[in-house]
């Protein structure tokens, strides 16, 4: 089993910035995908960002592309989404996920979550 727990989100303005962070822990030998996902109320989940096991390949939704950069630190288990420019419509819980077996944005195919951490941005 993984264990993984988001932190960092917050109420900010627009044009802000945050940054989050996701710590993984237990079993977390080997390679493996994480990705970040959101859901806005009434909303379904959504794909922000996706980084590979080595860091080296990552992408993003187009929503969120050129504002959002996602890197990860695997001393530390850890993987953080740099949020710039920060709009009223990322207002949403972000989620963290890992998987074992898939490199990709579809939320279905990832192992393990954390419970999500609130970004409100005020107009």
């Known amino acids: 089993q993984v264990q993984v727990v988001e932190s960092g989100g917050g109420l900010v303005q627009a044009g802000a910035s945050l940054r989050l962070s996701c710590a993984a822990s237990g079993r977390t030998s080997g390679s493996y995908a994480m990705g970040w996902f959101r859901q806005a109320p009434g909303k379904e989940r959504e794909f922000v960002a996706g980084i590979r096991s080595s860091g080296s390949m990552t992408y993003y939704s187009d929503s969120v592309k050129g504002r959002f950069t996602i890197s990860r630190d695997n001393d530390k288990n850890t993987m953080y989404l740099q949020m710039n420019s920060l709009k009223p419509e990322d207002t949403a819980v972000y989620y963290c996920?890992?998987?074992?077996?898939?490199?990709?944005?579809?939320?279905?195919?990832?192992?393990?979550w954390g419970r999500g951490t609130q970004v409100t941005v005020s107009s």
């Open positions: 996920a890992v998987a074992r077996s898939y490199y990709g944005s579809n939320w279905a195919n990832y192992d393990y």
